[in-house]
């Protein structure tokens, strides 16, 4: 039987739209198994999972487990653990790590300061810095949430890992299984699914040059999913692959049509038209699931606006 994620490739099924939103990320190094849900289904202590999950919720902070890639034997509790928050908002992009002995302070972490890019609480609490290493590349390898996840992710971030990308984890939960191998890219937040090694080294090389690669790309989870669609089209339409040269400032409609306004930091603005349609013909949006025809984000039109527009716009 074909996977999901075989089907979604064969059906050339659409990446843009498709990343999972988040202002700021909050990653937590758990090693061993995970579960379904790994915050409470892992080694992690489930009260403090759920905790966890209740202090972020609304506030924009979505939370993630990571671990190093490799075999994942039941260790116990390590002693120190990596803990990192990302901030993917353009014009105050941020990454910082600290180390840990106990996850429980991260309860005493202000979530709404840390959903609205404001790093302190992290620093003062945790002792975080700015990280100055490679960016992160996030393979989602949750076989427990679907198999593809594992079958591909796994020896995506293995690949990764032994070829000298020293930021490379495996993390839970992305969305999208049918995309395997996902992967979050930090700080920028650009997620990326199909991925291949030589690919993601090229993302990665971007990234440290403050570009993004459109090829592959899910979307910026910063943005709701039309504004994820739109700003990847409008990079495609200008040229414009500087990293935080685009903001979605706008998005004006429901369900299943949107006009999207998209800001260049030299101030040209665009306007985009994204349809939620339904991808024909079905197919499983998990290994194992009902055949189901998921929302897609197709964009209508892409249209700068001229200066009178931009003006009437402003008023």
Known sequence: ?????????????????????????????QPGP???????????D???????????????VRIALIRRPGRHADCGTPAVRQVYAAHTVPGNVWLHGAMTSDPEQLLD???TALGMGDPHTFDRLLGGRPHTGDPLALVCTNGKRDRCCALLGRPLAAELAASGVTGAWEVTHL????????????????????AEAPHIKEVLQGVREGRVVVEGCRGRSAWERPGQAAELA??????????DALTVVATDGTAPRWEVTVAHADGRLWRVIVAQGASLP?????????LGSPARMDVVAVRELIPTEIDATSR
Not at 177 to 187: G, V
Request: proline letters at 5%; glycine letters at 10%.
């Open 34 to 44: 995970w579960g379904t849900k790994a915050l409470t289904s892992s080694h992690l």
């Open 46 to 60: 489930q009260a403090l999972g759920r905790a966890l999950e209740a202090a972020a919720e609304g506030t924009g």
């Open 109 to 111: 972490l202000d979530f």
């Open 234 to 243: 409008v990079r495609t339409a200008a040229h414009e692959y500087a990293a």
């Open 282 to 290: 079905p197919r499983p949006e998990s290994c194992g699931s009902a």
């Open 1 to 29: 039987m074909s996977t999901c994620a075989t089907v979604s490739r064969d059906l050339d099924e659409p990446l843009a739209g498709t990343a999972a939103t988040a202002r700021t990320w909050l990653l937590l190094e």
């Open 175 to 194: 969305g999208g299984h049918r995309f395997a191998p996902t992967l979050l890219i930090l700080p920028f937040g650009y997620a990326y699914g199909r």
